[in-house]
């Protein structure tokens, strides 16, 4: 059984910084994409981020300079690095995992981790 599980989250004061970690059990991970999504005030996800299985990166531009990703492929994890966080960036983080092949696809999802920006 594939779990994912996000950490990290914890109340923050706007400047400072958090990761975000990814931990993957019952897969290799280093056959998946991973991205990374946050809950909007609507409730859908946006998507904050994505590395790939060959650790090709893609942040929308207007994030681009605060977040970063990686992934540690041996320990099944995966990380978001965030820098200088606003009290925007409080919101419910998701990791999601998926993989294509063979005409199928295989994607899941952790439960989240929460994070509050508050002076």
């Known amino acids: 059984q594939v779990k994912v599980v996000e950490s990290g989250g914890g109340l923050v004061q706007p400047g400072e910084s958090l990761t975000l970690s990814c931990i993957v059990t019952g897969a290799p991970l280093d056959v998946y994409d991973v991205e990374w999504y946050r809950q909007n005030p609507t409730g859908a996800s946006d998507l904050v981020g994505s590395i790939s299985k060959s650790q090709t990166t893609a942040i929308p531009d207007v994030e681009k300079s605060r977040f970063r990703l990686s992934r540690d492929n041996a320990k099944n994890a995966a990380f978001l690095h965030m820098n200088s966080l606003k009290f925007e960036d409080a919101t419910v983080y998701y990791c999601?995992?998926?993989?294509?092949?063979?005409?199928?696809?295989?994607?899941?999802w952790g439960q989240g981790t929460r994070v509050t920006v508050s002076s």
């Open positions: 999601c995992i998926r993989r294509l092949g063979q005409g199928l696809r295989w994607e899941y």
